[in-house]
């Protein structure tokens, strides 16, 4: 690991502290670069923009919660990267290591003793009157929700081109597994181990009660399609990305060729995440 790119949720003094900790420890070993933003609060000259995290690093140290992390996935994907995501608050799905042992796991994965969890991303687009007017590729979901002040919003689905249905709803989730402990949990959909590949799509209160969420192959590509004229409606990306729909634009969303690379807490599984983020077993 010659190369390593550190990202910090400038708001966090700790993180700032843990990446000036990162180069003083490990800074003999690798070559270390933070984003100019950080960089720029700690004084540190070695630095890179956040549109080029992840290239030509061999390693990127994410100092924050899902959040930042999420940021990361965006903007790096086309590095592919291994990332190691430190939480500074309480646990995270996607930030595994804690402020405790990351300095064990940084070690451990500088002598290439680690291993992997590969996420799939999502390619979204939107098209308007044929033409494609937004492109984005991100890790959790993409969802399509009324405003605040609108009413159920009708959602003409495909899926490969065949007519699933037209949710009436107050909007519309597809995620990825990685996205599933997301919103598409607090709307009613499942729990997909990360590393799998699937689509979920998720209605948001449906109006019929047997729309129920769909769990679907890598393969397809998901086409929604706008039917509800004079309301507010917008289009959020892993909860980061807005972009506002109008009446028949279309949302293209499928499985995407890049893909995020997770560093595995060396001290904890996915179970015992799960079971601590959702609180199972306590009374």
């Not at 291994?82 to 799905?93: E, M, T």
Request: charged share 25%; proline share 4%.
């Amino acid at each position: 690991m010659k190369t390593i790119h550190i990202v910090c949720k400038r708001e966090k003094k700790d993180a700032l502290e843990i990446a000036r900790e990162i180069i003083e420890r490990f800074g003999g070993r690798s070559s270390i670069a933070v984003e100019e933003g950080a960089a720029g609060q700690m004084g540190y000259g070695a630095t890179f923009e956040m549109e080029h995290v992840g290239e030509g690093a061999d390693l990127i140290v994410v100092l924050g919660g899902d959040g930042t992390l999420l940021s990361v996935s965006r903007h790096g994907k086309g590095s592919e990267v291994p990332i190691i995501g430190v939480n500074l608050g309480s646990l995270g799905f996607l930030t595994e290591t804690s402020t405790e042992e990351f300095t064990v796991t940084l070690d451990k994965v500088l002598k290439g003793d680690f291993s992997i969890s590969k996420r799939i991303m999502l390619d979204v687009r939107v098209n308007r009157e044929g033409d494609p007017i937004f492109d984005i590729t991100i890790l959790n979901d993409a969802v399509i929700t009324k405003d605040a002040l609108a009413r159920i919003i009708d959602i003409e689905t495909y899926v490969n081109e065949e007519y699933l249905t037209t949710y009436k709803a107050d909007g519309l989730i597809v995620s990825t597994p990685t996205g599933a402990t997301g919103y598409s949990m607090a709307a009613g959909g499942p729990l997909i181990y990360p590393s799998l590949t699937n689509l979920i799509v998720t209605p948001i209160c449906p109006h019929t009660l047997t729309n129920r969420p769909i769990i679907l192959p890598e393969s397809v590509v998901i086409r929604a399609v706008l039917k509800s004229e004079d309301e507010k409606v917008i289009l959020t990306l892993d909860g980061q990305v807005g972009f506002p729909l109008e009446y028949a634009d279309e949302v293209t969303v499928k499985k995407s060729s890049h893909a995020v690379h997770l560093v595995k807490s060396s001290s904890r599984g996915y179970f015992e995440i799960l079971r601590t983020k959702l609180k199972w077993g306590e009374r």
